[in-house]
């Protein structure tokens, strides 16, 4: 598709070499690993009808370009980001005014452009480092899809599921939106009011193979908003004796993971056989996945107890392993180009969740030191964003929540921490004295500035020397890197 193809609005030389960056760069890195319908096909063939996204297309185009072409500029070197974010202001407004007919006009065409739009703001914002404002759009389109397509008597108040449609245009933005929804679910899970999944889908029929790595993903987002909502159900409960509604939930979700793992390792074949680079990194990345909803799901039923996560600490092993292989793959320049079609030292935002949410959750969940420690060197070792994941700030985080947790139990430990990064953690590592749960910390807790180089404020429990939860803050300087 030439750009000349890609809309009839566009007259200006200048729009259409942001358009063809769109094409040739952005539509084709922002996605990750997972192909995507809405970036290879909808949004381009929204551009040619429909100004509000054609305008919201050139916004988020001249925000990528100047992300890979200026992002490490130093501040003072800004002459020519001056004109680039004129151009995405005059751009982002724009959309902004031609999509007011379409909330005035309601109809399902309307909605969808609206919709795209509002992926194509998320989007943009997020590369902006504009956190508060991206889920601000986010929660709007997520409202405009309740009101259209929420399946009637769901049954639970904080799981959107959605109705099957008969276009697949629908489902293709449902599914853009609903991986974001997740990202940031995910970011701050017991933050959350609503859980979205395109579908409800019992382990019986999930059938004997995923058709695509994406179909794949897909049921595993919704098994990973299942394990949200368990989770938050039993933490409201707290203390309290666990109802058989919430029990029975907990073995029903267990059994949809034990299906998709049993299809998806059938599947692994024919999906390798695809794209071998490809499709082996996103197997790898989606078992990271499944271990930490398995062990979410497995850890419910006792919220206010760290302990509970200890049994866990071969899990957390194996997605330190995994992690290890995509470190490697994605720090080999021919095998990064082959996936996202360019160089390493290009691959610093995506859109899609990639590896750093399991490592993080390794981080913070587990209390080994040799193996939360590892997660938070991968997490450094790869400074890169994936939708309103920042591995430098998760991975600051991460290191706080140790520091303060630890402390000096280990003092006179030979802990090795020097260790190299692609060495795995060995069964001597798992046989240090166990924190005690009166240093762990509960409930971590990330409120995102609306400007790149803001304040991260970290929310805590832990217990007092009386022995008793107080609420702790902590402020995190993004631009000089320091606690406060």
Request: aromatic residues 8%; hydrophobic residues 40%.
């Amino acid at each position: 598709m030439s750009v000349s193809n890609l809309s009839t609005v566009v007259v200006s030389a200048k729009e259409k070499s942001y358009l063809e960056w769109f094409k040739c760069r952005t539509a084709v890195k922002l996605p990750g690993i997972f192909v995507s319908t809405f970036w290879d096909t909808l949004v381009f063939q929204a551009t040619v009808d429909e100004p509000a996204v054609l305008h919201a297309v050139l916004a988020l185009s001249a925000v990528h370009k100047n992300e890979i072409l200026h992002g490490n500029r130093v501040r003072g070197q800004e002459s020519l980001l001056d004109a680039q974010e004129k151009f995405m202001l005059y751009h982002y407004s724009k959309a902004i005014n031609c999509l007011q007919p379409h909330f005035s006009a309601k109809n399902s065409a309307s909605v969808r452009v609206a919709l795209v739009t509002c992926v194509v703001f998320v989007c943009l914002e997020l590369l902006r480092g504009h956190y508060q404002t991206a889920q601000a759009h986010l929660r709007n389109g997520v409202e405009i899809l309740r009101e259209i397509r929420a399946c009637p008597n769901s049954g639970d108040n904080q799981l959107l599921a959605l109705q099957f449609s008969h276009a697949p245009v629908d489902d293709w933005i449902a599914d853009a939106l609903s991986s974001l929804f997740t990202g940031v679910a995910l970011f701050n899970p017991a933050d959350q009011n609503t859980y979205l999944c395109l579908h409800a889908v019992e382990p019986e029929l999930l059938g004997t193979k995923f058709e695509s790595i994406n179909q794949a993903k897909q049921h595993l987002d919704h098994l990973l908003n299942e394990g949200f909502v368990l989770s938050n159900q039993y933490r409201k409960q707290g203390n309290m004796q666990s109802s058989s509604n919430l029990m029975s939930r907990q073995r029903h979700i267990r059994a949809k993971l034990s299906s998709w793992l049993l299809v998806h390792n059938a599947s692994k074949a024919s999906l390798l056989a695809q794209l071998p680079v490809q499709m082996g990194f996103a197997h790898q990345l989606l078992r990271n996945y499944h271990t930490m909803a398995s062990i979410m799901v497995d850890t419910s039923p006792t919220p206010t107890c760290e302990a509970r996560f200890d049994p866990h600490a071969e899990d957390f092993v194996s997605i330190i392993d995994r992690s290890i292989g995509l470190w490697k793959i994605i720090y080999n320049s021919k095998v990064t180009q082959t996936i996202y079609g360019h160089p390493p030292e290009e691959a610093n935002g995506i859109i899609e969740m990639g590896w750093i949410p399991p490592l993080y959750y390794v981080a913070l969940k587990c209390r080994v030191h040799r193996v939360r420690l590892h997660a938070i060197r991968l997490l450094e070792a790869s400074p890169h964003r994936e939708g309103i994941w920042v591995a430098t700030i998760v991975a600051a985080v991460a290191r706080k929540v140790m520091q303060m947790e630890e402390g000096h139990f280990y003092e006179g430990l030979s802990l090795e921490d020097d260790f190299p990064i692609c060495s795995s953690p060995k069964e001597s590592h798992l046989l240090l004295p166990a924190l005690p749960e009166q240093r762990r910390i509960q409930e971590v807790q990330l409120v995102l500035p609306d400007d790149p180089v803001g304040k991260v404020l970290l929310r805590y429990r832990q217990r007092n020397e009386a022995g008793l939860w107080e609420v702790y803050e902590r402020e995190y300087d993004v631009r000089c890197r320091c606690w406060r």
